[in-house]
């Protein structure tokens, strides 16, 4: 748990609910089940440490969650088989997750909070509210709870200083359209309409960045934030990187699959209020997040991107 302070109460939720008190590497088994005979048939067993989320605050206004990449399957926690559940991985975004934060730091000096789900998501999906995220598995639900105090402690680092940052969900998608996704919780529909609608409308204050939007109103259109040079989408795609929304391709075309947002952007991004804002990331997978040396390489112009983003839009000098 690098970089974690003790006084979080994260940690204290994390140390109530385990033995050890520190989060394992993702990969560890579950090595704790009690034996045969020590357990009373048809209880829940305690879960250990080991499917807990690996968290690490850091020092710059910017959190990375990666809810999706997660291998811990033990046996002793039952699969989630919920109607219309999604069971599968956003392969390799665990990694990625690491690498941008790695590159982050590299550029700036300063480390972006990491705030890792490692359990696979047929055992927890981290991108639901609690029911559906642990399929109605009681022990779960500290699991869940320790990734939102996790996330919360975060937001309130920020919110003491500098005051204001970004939260970037971290997800994969395999729609056929090679591109970045970009969520905002504002529906395909909406993205078709043009800048000057959806200005006139006020269609971002129901948006992840509704307080981005009202803390820069009169020096850049919302229109502007969500899909011009200056947004997140134009920054990244001007490094090579398709994205939607972006300057050349402002919106999902009528009939193609697109990623708005899910509950974490929902949760941590600024239209409920908190000092943050909040931005889904759905990467496409040939280029971005295959190889290791794209997911390098990926990795690096995100965090370029990220870092212009948080100084161009938040003020933030490293
Ligand atoms: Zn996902």
Known sequence: ?????????????VVAACSSGATAPAETPNTTTPPPGNQTPGTPQPLDASVYPEFAFGTAPLIIIAPHGGSVAPENVPDRNCAECVTTNDANTQDLARQIADSFQARTGKRPSLVINVLHRRKFDANREI???TGGYAPLELVWMALHTAIDSAKELIGASPGRGLVIDLHGHAHTVPRLELGYLLSGTTLRLSDSTLDA?????????????AD???????????????????????AGYAAVPSPADPAPLVGESY?????????????????TDAIQIECNFAGVRDTALNRAQFAGALAAALVTYLGDQYGWVP
């Open 259 to 275: 990623f708005n947002g899910g509950y974490n952007t929902l949760r941590h991004g600024s239209l409920t209020g908190g000092p």
């Open 216 to 238: 820069r109103a009169g020096s850049i259109a919302s229109t502007a934030l969500l899909r011009g040079t200056a947004s997140l989408g134009g920054l990244i795609a001007a």
């Open 1 to 13: 748990m690098r970089a974690t302070t003790g006084a979080f109460a994260v940690a204290m939720l």
């Open 131 to 133: 029911v559906e995220a």
């Open 201 to 213: 409308q006020g269609a971002l204050d129901g948006s992840s960045i509704k307080r981005l939007v």
